[in-house]
């Protein structure tokens, strides 16, 4: 059960990392080689790691990502984005003759459609992790967590983390997880993941489709989050508009709403939200109600510039927000 990392945190990210081009206004495409006037675009630092990872950066945490781009524009992009919000990417590894993922987002008022490239994401490995926490250990800095996002698009990273995770924390390391969805639709391998995490946070709709792969069909919402919280971890729902919500194993629902606030793009305010419960877990936040509070704050705030990174709160921006 993850507990308060303490003041000394240092947080590991794993995943993807690219930049997203959003686009706003009429963005539901016509086919037949009609041309459509958009209201906005902008190329922003994406990709669920890159955004958590920079969140937490934001919000004060010693914070180091382990991804892949690719040798061209769009990957020194992709760093440089990240180094300016803090984030240590001397752990980001160029690959050769790859193209640098992408993601165009077609983001409406309410909802969103995402299109993403792979790319160079898909190169990352367990091992490019297991490098990481050990050269800092060797350096005397070791990091106390790992988080680790978009496991369906990375399936070489996936493959290894179950033992990763296993090893990591039989040496200490806590680990989160937030699986992004599965565009498969088959939701494999967390069965054997979700006993070593200490923490999973999926919104709704995966919470619905993991639920259903861990306890079977037809569990309502919290049904699905005891089934996966059996297993081990606290469960940290993104319920959207509603805020959040988290769950401990054989322990009562606790929730949080989040900010009403004139929405400009929704884009990774999941993953800001991530970021929020982190690092209150990471500045010693030890009760579910107040790690939420910064959770849902980060995540709501997120929100009111494109992009998932535009708009990220910042500890000042939490304390201004009434507990």
Same mark, same amino acid.
């Given at each position: 059960?993850?507990?308060?990392?303490?003041?000394?945190?240092?947080?590991?990210?794993?995943?993807?990392?690219?930049? %997203? /081009?959003?686009?706003?206004?009429?963005?539901?495409?016509?086919?037949?080689?009609? &041309?459509?006037?958009?209201?906005?675009?902008?190329?922003?630092?994406?990709?669920?790691?890159?955004?958590?990872?920079?969140?937490?950066?934001?919000?004060?945490?010693?914070?180091?990502?382990?991804?892949?781009?690719?040798?061209?524009? /769009?990957?020194?992009?992709?760093?440089?984005?990240?180094?300016?919000?803090?984030?240590?990417?001397?752990?980001?590894?160029?690959?050769?003759?790859?193209?640098?993922?992408?993601?165009?987002?077609?983001?409406?008022?309410?909802?969103?459609?995402?299109?993403?490239?792979?790319?160079?994401? @898909?190169?990352?490995?367990?091992?490019?992790?297991?490098?990481?926490?050990?050269?800092?250990? %060797?350096?005397?800095?070791?990091?106390?967590?790992?988080?680790?996002?978009?496991?369906?698009?990375?399936?070489?990273?996936?493959?290894?983390?179950?033992?990763?995770?296993?090893?990591?924390?039989?040496?200490?390391?806590?680990?989160?997880?937030?699986?992004?969805? %599965?565009?498969?639709?088959?939701?494999?391998?967390?069965?054997?993941?979700?006993?070593?995490?200490?923490?999973?946070?999926?919104?709704?709709?995966? /919470?619905?489709?993991?639920?259903?792969?861990?306890?079977?069909?037809?569990?309502? %919402?919290?049904?699905?989050?005891?089934?996966?919280?059996?297993?081990?971890?606290?469960?940290?729902?993104?319920?959207?508009?509603?805020?959040?919500?988290?769950?401990?194993?054989?322990?009562?629902?606790?929730?949080?709403?989040?900010?009403?606030?004139?929405?400009?793009? @929704?884009?990774?305010?999941?993953?800001?939200?991530?970021?929020?419960?982190?690092?209150?877990?990471?500045?010693?936040?030890?009760?579910?109600?107040?790690?939420?509070?910064?959770?849902?704050?980060?995540?709501?705030?997120? @929100?009111?510039?494109?992009?998932?990174?535009?708009?990220?709160?910042?500890?000042?921006?939490?304390? &201004?927000?009434?507990?």
């Amino acid at each position: 059960m993850i507990g308060a990392l303490g003041q000394e945190a240092r947080v590991l990210v794993a995943g993807d990392a690219n930049v %997203d /081009l959003v686009l706003t206004g009429d963005v539901v495409p016509r086919f037949g080689q009609e &041309e459509q006037l958009l209201d906005g675009s902008a190329l922003v630092l994406g990709s669920s790691a890159g955004i958590v990872a920079h969140g937490l950066a934001r919000l004060g945490v010693d914070v180091s990502l382990v991804a892949c781009v690719g040798d061209d524009d /769009l990957g020194r992009v992709t760093t440089d984005r990240l180094r300016e919000g803090g984030v240590d990417v001397g752990t980001v590894r160029t690959v050769p003759g790859t193209a640098t993922g992408l993601s165009v987002i077609l983001s409406g008022p309410d909802d969103r459609a995402i299109l993403t490239d792979v790319g160079a994401m @898909t190169a990352v490995r367990a091992d490019d992790v297991r490098r990481a926490v050990t050269e800092a250990r %060797d350096s005397g800095r070791p990091f106390t967590h790992l988080h680790v996002a978009a496991w369906f698009l990375l399936p070489e990273l996936a493959a290894g983390l179950p033992a990763l995770f296993a090893e990591l924390r039989s040496e200490g390391v806590t680990v989160s997880l937030d699986t992004n969805w %599965d565009p498969a639709g088959r939701w494999q391998g967390l069965a054997e993941a979700l006993p070593h995490v200490d923490a999973f946070l999926p919104n709704l709709e995966e /919470l619905r489709a993991v639920g259903a792969a861990v306890g079977g069909p037809g569990l309502d %919402d919290e049904a699905a989050a005891r089934a996966i919280a059996a297993l081990g971890p606290v469960v940290v729902v993104k319920a959207g508009r509603d805020g959040g919500w988290s769950v401990r194993d054989g322990e009562a629902v606790v929730a949080h709403p989040g900010l009403v606030l004139d929405v400009v793009d @929704t884009t990774g305010a999941g993953d800001s939200f991530d970021a929020g419960w982190l690092a209150a877990a990471g500045a010693g936040v030890a009760d579910d109600r107040g790690r939420l509070r910064w959770a849902t704050t980060a995540g709501s705030l997120s @929100t009111r510039a494109a992009g998932g990174t535009g708009a990220q709160a910042t500890r000042a921006d939490l304390a &201004e927000v009434p507990a």
